[in-house]
């Protein structure tokens, strides 16, 4: 269980996300303004923040700035704004995730559960090597080895299928895939995710199965 802070002045945003967070097993607490929410990480510890931009007293860029002074709290920043600036600028402030109004609920909880897992995995020792029955993965050594023969991997689906085990049994869009593996200027699209998930599974053989396709949001590692 995670505790999350959404701030969003907009009350039926706030309750839907809290009807999802708490379905997931989060607790959760709300803002409806930037200065309310700087106060709420001020006094209380929070594993992740959902928050709108545009709000009163202080928009989300601000206060994010703020909350970064005194916490290092991962960030999901929410929009009605697709622009790239914005996007960027994000980014440069240390969020860790950006959602554009209006949104699937389901997959900014696939997005929110990609992030808590991330976090916690960064603060623990990372496993140096995974075996799931013949597939072995060592990932400082970049290396994959199938029914003990090694197998050769452009440099992208090495990253990409690190990253689905890394994060395996949680739901990624390509959205996040592309921006986290690619980078956030990568021009590209959902075709670039789908071709590499296509080559990746031809060499895994007999393992691709644990690569799922999940419908309308994306992939994941399911071992």
Not at 42 to 55: F, T
Not at 84 to 91: H, M, S, V, W
Not at 108 to 125: D, Q
Not at 184 to 192: A, E, K, L, Q, V
């Amino acid at each position: 269980m995670a505790k999350i802070l959404i701030a969003d002045d907009e009350q039926k945003i706030r309750e839907v996300i809290r009807e999802y967070s708490e379905f997931n097993g989060h607790e959760v607490a709300e803002a409806a303004d930037g200065m309310t929410a700087v106060g709420l990480c001020k006094l209380n510890d929070y594993d992740l923040i959902i928050m709108d931009i545009m709000m009163p007293k202080l928009d989300g860029f601000s206060a994010c700035k703020e909350i970064k002074k005194i916490k290092d709290i991962p960030i999901i920043m929410l929009s009605a704004r697709s622009e790239e600036y914005d996007k960027l600028f994000g980014f440069e402030l240390g969020i860790d995730d950006y959602v554009v109004k209006p949104f699937s609920p389901k997959e900014l909880m696939a997005r929110v559960n990609a992030v808590l897992a991330r976090n916690n995995a960064a603060e623990k020792p990372s496993e140096k090597v995974m075996t799931f029955d013949g597939l072995e993965i060592n990932i400082p050594a970049r290396t994959v080895v199938v029914d003990g023969e090694k197998v050769d991997l452009t440099p992208k689906e090495y990253d990409l299928l690190f990253y689905l085990v890394e994060n395996k049994n949680i739901a990624l869009s390509r959205d996040k895939l592309l921006s986290d593996i690619w980078g956030y200027d990568f021009f590209g699209d959902d075709r670039t995710i789908d071709t590499h998930i296509k080559n990746l599974r031809n060499n895994l053989g007999k393992y691709r199965e644990y690569i799922v396709t999940l419908r309308g949001v994306g992939y994941k590692f399911e071992a």
